[in-house]
């Protein structure tokens, strides 16, 4: 799956690097989708670290795709989730008896990354030390600063809040404590005057 | 000093009004007839007599409404009020800061009593009379920050400094020009001014972040930023845009000198001492414009300044649709005359409109 | 307010004091005491900040930082240890061998930077020498206020352990000495192996102490947000330079045993200042025009300004060559 190339933005909007071995006591890995591949590419830089690592994967749309080759891997722990949201009591139990030393990598969907690394960020590893790879969808989570509520999978500007139902448009500014881009409501001053819904990044 | 406290609202009715006093010391920020963005810091140590400079929090005849709008935007949405909970130390350092301030240079209006850790603060405009712990959170309502800051006019962000950075750990945020703390809360400084155009690419951000970093304890700074608000709204937040944001369409040429408002920011900048965090009192004046234009040198320069402003600085102000209205309205002040270098009315000097 | 921005004097607001106590705690170590002068209380401070203290000496005037060690709830008292270095500029010489019981001496406001990052769920400190004063005052700072703590601290021998024994004897169970004449060092990877997520280190002790805690840390995979150090640099002395200083236009030396700042002040340039060891960015100067090579010694100066020649510190950095031109 080709790496998506996403377009220079503001400050606070995220930039995703590429995963590489990193000296530590333990290797937690979270990803979901076609961010196995990312693993996939770690462990070819570095077999031997898999077998202090703990795999969290949903697999998603990708099915049984990736399962085999991850298992291949040998790591010490492979934990493969129905979703994100089911996974995440294990992420917890697993970060909150963690130690200094342990590495964090995050692979996938921004919306995965995002949420997986305020859990390690939550339990003490400051997030310019967590480790992530952009592959797969490029959907967005997003929250209406309106009502607060969180809108997944967000492909389209302007999108409709599924809380509220108002009309937002999709800004770049982005929060790391919410795990999400912000959105707005695009016809306050005029309202009723929404523009025809355009993909992402098109 | 006594203060004539104003009963006024910034909604509904907008009956919120400046007296001849407001108008005359309103902070004007434009010191000459153009405005590019700077690093426009000085040392905040006093002003002019009767200045919104003199005091370190200045108390105005707004205060007592401010302060009831606040408390009516906090039932509302209770996420205006934020801090992260390693900022605990940094709100008792601000409250501290606020009460010894405010019962040095206001003593009529405000009394802090203290012996040892017991303190007794009373706030005779807002009828309080308190006593407390301080340090201990159990004998506060609420949280230090979010204490006494429903008792200061304008909104104060809190940064906690680590690692040569700044990050916005907590603050009270209710008559913020267009930003949202809720989404904000933990960002650095340059990922909160993210949406901010031109500066960045200016350098404008490194550099403040530099000075802003190596402010110490005793030598506050201070400079002024301004935007545009239709309605003397104190609360233009994200979170309330989908209801005011039409608002800005409701401008005719009949009632734009009554409606359309001069936003000024006089921020602040402390460094506080048991948390070494940064504090970022944001305080909002408004002026409306025909207020505004009965000072001729700003009625001039106003023009001026709005009409060769950048697009881009217009559109992130949010009145690049207005501009045109208000530069109808604003060229009948303006005769083209010399205006003086400096903010201050000048009306000794500056003649007046000879139109 | 005015056109352009004030400017601001140069070092941090400063305190009349009286020296209040002088103690001596070991052969080369000795603590000052200090009151307010106008009998106010002092400003509350954050650990881990230190104050610089201005001493005349025989016309010329010494500004030296000190790590302020007393509890940082008491305003009634600050107080410093100055370690005695018979090798070094003077200015702890001059502490051990002026100053006087009742001198009144000028301080700076607290500054502070070496903070505790209160985000940290523990907190472990690592102390060579005199690099225990700043720990005195953070660990005062969190019994008072609740916090995971543990001292480790590296002493030459047990004449010279300053503070070491009123330590123990207070927390027995979270202090740790070792003294370097009976062989014991700190086991650094066993400590730093199994440490909950979320812990923090700070080191203050000698350059060579300090590089071995940053590299054993990224060795184990500590992300280095969570390991602290401070170091004082002293401005190490150098071959004799000329600077022009175009904004004040008069051409200075720099004597050998000088800073490029401590030269510029001693010729009436009002320069900027704050930490004067290199690290807190305030006397950053802009270079006009060189020809020759830059000593940098700063901690300020990323990689590429360092490179460019545009830029220097000078309270710590010298310069070898025949033309260095600055903005000041």
Redesign the interface.
Known sequence: MSKFKFPES????PVYGTLKP????GHLMIADAEGAEALLDLAAQDTGMFRKAHIIFIPKATGDTYVDRLRALEPAQFYIGPSYEASVPRIRRV?SD??????VYLAGTEGLMGQAQNEAMN????H??IQTEHRGSVARRM?C??C?GITEDVMTDPFVCSHCG?NLFV???Y????AAF?G??ID????GNVPEPVELYK | MTIQFNKETFRDDYSFRNSDRAIKRFPFPFHEDSYMYSVNMEQHRGGPAGSVFEMRFDVDEHYVSEMEDRALVLAEDPLRCQSLPHMTLAGWDTLELIMVSKSEDYPDLFELHRDGDNWRWINKPMGIDHSFTFLDETTLPCGPLEYITRQAQGDFAVLDQRGDMLYMDAGMVTTQADWSLDFDIGMDFFEWHAPVPLAHEMGIFKRALKFLLNIQQGAPARRLNWTMTVNPLLDTSPENYHKWGVQKTTLTPENIGAKQHLRVELQTFYRLPRSNALLFPIRCYLIAFQDLVTIPKWGRRLHRVIRDLPEELATYKGFIDNRPMMLDYLSQFDDGLPTSPGVWPDLDTEPPLQK | MSAAPQKAKAGAEKIEVVVSAIVPLNDLVTRFEFTRRDGLPFPPFSAGAHTVVEMQDEGRTRLNPYSLMSDPADQSVYAISVRRDDEGRGGSLYMHRNVKLGDVMTITFPVNLFPLDLRGRKHVFLAGGIGITPFMAMIAHLERMGGAWELHYACRSKALGSYADELTRRYPNKVHVYYDDQDQAIALADLLDGQPLGTHVYVCGPAGMIKWVHDTAAVHGWPDENVHSEEFLAPQPGKPFEVRLCKSDITIQVGEHESLLEAMERCGVDAPFLCRGGACGQCETDVVEAEGEFVHRDHWLDEDDHASGKKIMPCVSRFVGTTLVLDR
């Open positions: 503001i400050r606070s909007r990193r000296p530590g006591k970060l963690a130690h200094m030393g342990l590495q339990a003490g590893i400051p310019t030390a929250q600063v309106h607060k108002l800004r770049d500014h929060s790391r404590r919410l912000q707005v409501c306050a001053e005029d309202p």
